[in-house]
Structure formats: structure tokens, C-alpha cells
């Protein structure tokens, strides 16, 4: 639990980009997305006691396939659900980014890989976020240690969170993920 509490401190902050494109309220293909985790075994948390404590977001922990999602009104001491803001969505969609990266290395693993090549991954994340975005995620996730391949997948992750709808991902997890 300690190796997860860390991983929810790096999300600190990273509530970075307002509200996403994609924030119109889609609670109903959100749900769509958090099933299609939940039949891939990935043990889904929402407002966990132990781990959002703070100002994290979320996380996903490949070594326990264990995602977070940490709302921003969440109540103190309690997991309760409340009303999902345009930021626990974008959480979401970029947790579930995460464990589609860890699919393309299987699952029950404690890898994961980049969706896109370097040269494409530049492209979409540069078409995506804009630079003041970029500099952030590097500098934050530099600062507590991440190597190169982590803000790599960081990075991949915050642009497709912006950009890809979450019927997209749930569809990518159903296809790529394997039990």
C-alpha cells in the first residue's frame, strides 16, 4: 500500500489542464469505460481512503492492476461517491490510458509500454498539449525522480486523456487487454 500511496503523491498538481475538451458531461460512456476495466480485472477504487489523501487524482498501479480515481469534491474520511466533475473524468480516461499501456506487455506484469513510437508519440502529444502543458509534466514528474520512459508515458497519457473519448479507450482495453 505504501508503493501505491506513493504513486497517488506524484499526481499532486497534476490537475493541470481545467476543464478537458472532452468535459461535457458523458457519464453514461464513462461507465462503459469503468466496466470494460472492471471485466478486464482491474480492481477499479474510487475516493479510497487511504490513498487520496491529499491532492491526488488518481493512479494505476501496474504491479497490483489497481486503478484510482480520487474526485475533486470528494468528503474526507469516506469513499463515498459524489457528483463527477470534468477533471475526475479526464482522471479516468488517463488511469485507463495507463492500463492500456500496461496491456500491450500483458497485463499481469509490472511493465508497461508506449502506444505510440517516439515519433509519433512527439507528434500527438505536441498536437495535443500545448507547450506550457508539456513543460509541467516533465518538470513535475522530474522532480520526484521519474525517468525518461515515465514522463514518456505520462505525456502519452495526459494527451490522450484530452483527446480521446472514453468509448475509444473502453474499446481499446476490450481489444487489446487480455484475462
Known sequence: MQVLRKLATVAVGLSLFGAPSLAKDNSDEHQVLWDSLERKGVEVLLNDTDLCDGEAAGLYSPVYNVLVVCQDRRLPLTSREVEWTANDYDTLRHEAHHVLQDCLD??????????????????????????????????????????????????????????????????????????
Request: proline share 1%; hydrophobic share 45%.
Open 106 to 179: 500483458g497485463l499481469d506484469n509490472d511493465t508497461s509500454v508506449l502506444l505510440f513510437n517516439n515519433g509519433k508519440l512527439t507528434e500527438f502529444v505536441r498536437n495535443t498539449l500545448t507547450q506550457k502543458q508539456i513543460d509541467r509534466i516533465i518538470k513535475i514528474y522530474s522532480e520526484v525522480g521519474a525517468d525518461e520512459h515515465v514522463i514518456k508515458m505520462e505525456l502519452e497519457a495526459f494527451a490522450v486523456a484530452q483527446s480521446v473519448s472514453p468509448l475509444t479507450i473502453a474499446d481499446s482495453i476490450d481489444e487489446i487487454c487480455m484475462i
